[in-house]
Every structure is written in C-alpha cells, then in structure tokens.
C-alpha cells in the first residue's frame, strides 16, 4: 500500500504540517505516525477515516482506490 504513503505524506506537504501536527491530532506518537509514510504500518479503521476528514479527501483517494479526492 506504497501508494496510501505516498498520498499521506503529499496531503500533509500540500497543507503545509509537521508529521508531529499529525501525529498529535491523531492521538499517536510522531514515530507511529511516519511508519505511516514509510508503509511501514498503517492506521486503524477510525485513524483512516479521521485522515480523510482532516484533509477533506474520501478514504478510497487515501487507499488508491480513487483518484478523485
């Protein structure tokens, strides 16, 4: 799921916060938060769904399953 990394950490880039503003909003540690980036882990259900209420997209774009945000 590379492509969940790669879209995570452009949304971030693209609105301008920190993996550490992140991880603070969703309620884990900053190294959590870049396994995420890294596609090393990846959130829960509820963690995925927050992701995509914060940058406003559908968790289908987050997921690449969609290209449509």
């Known amino acids: 799921m590379k492509i969940f990394a790669e879209r995570l950490k452009n949304l971030r880039k693209e609105t301008r916060r920190t993996s550490k503003d992140l991880a603070e909003f969703l309620g884990i540690s900053q190294r959590a938060y870049l396994y995420y ?5 990846y959130p829960d259900v509820a963690g995925l769904i ?3 209420d914060y940058f406003g997209v559908t968790t289908d774009y987050l997921l690449g399953r969609s290209q449509e945000r």
Do not use: I, R, V
């Open 50 to 52: 927050k992701l995509a």
């Open 37 to 41: 980036e890294s596609a090393t882990n």
